[in-house]
């Protein structure tokens, strides 16, 4: 695997500002590179999808999962404008990146209005406060899901 690249870091920090200007969403962008090449690209989409997930990171990870073919991205890498919020945290795990690179910090970003720190808090500790309530809530047959996925012979495992 090859070592951190500040062309790719330019691509994602354009892609950024190209999100700005468009209006679809925060100044955030991000790019997966395999081998060396940009597979794909996302940049913040939140506002102009309407969709409280279409973060940099995600968008980009979802293109580059379209464009690959594939939900395992082992042996791509991601380069984000910005320090990654807990869901793209989640995202970059789940899809298997190698290497994630970051530009911006999330301090810099809390002085341009986008503090995601109480997420980050919320994740070491869940807890049912004013704002939130978080508590399990079992019913008859609630590890069914589960049940059957361990029966599937066809499963693919992720």
Not at 60 to 67: F, L, S, T, V
Not at 73 to 94: D, I
Not at 111 to 138: C, M, Y
Request: hydrophobic share 40%.
């Amino acid at each position: 695997m090859q070592g951190p690249n500040e062309e790719f870091m330019k691509v994602a920090v354009a892609e950024a500002i190209k999100g700005v200007n468009e209006g679809d969403g925060g100044p955030f962008g991000a790019v997966v590179v395999k081998d060396g090449k940009i597979v794909a690209k996302g940049h913040n989409m939140v506002i102009g999808n309407h969709d409280a997930t279409a973060h940099a990171e995600v968008t980009a990870i979802r293109n580059a999962c379209d464009a690959l073919g594939t939900h395992d991205l082992s042996g791509c890498q991601l380069y984000t404008s910005c320090y990654p919020c807990p869901m793209c945290m989640g995202a970059c795990l789940w899809a298997r990146l190698n290497a994630i690179y970051f530009a911006a910090t999330s301090t810099d970003a809390a002085n341009a209005d986008f503090d995601d720190s109480h997420f980050h808090e919320f994740v070491k500790n869940p807890i049912t406060n004013e704002g939130r309530i978080w508590e399990q809530l079992k019913i008859d047959a609630y590890l069914a899901p589960f049940d059957e996925w361990k029966r599937k012979s066809d499963k693919v495992p992720y």
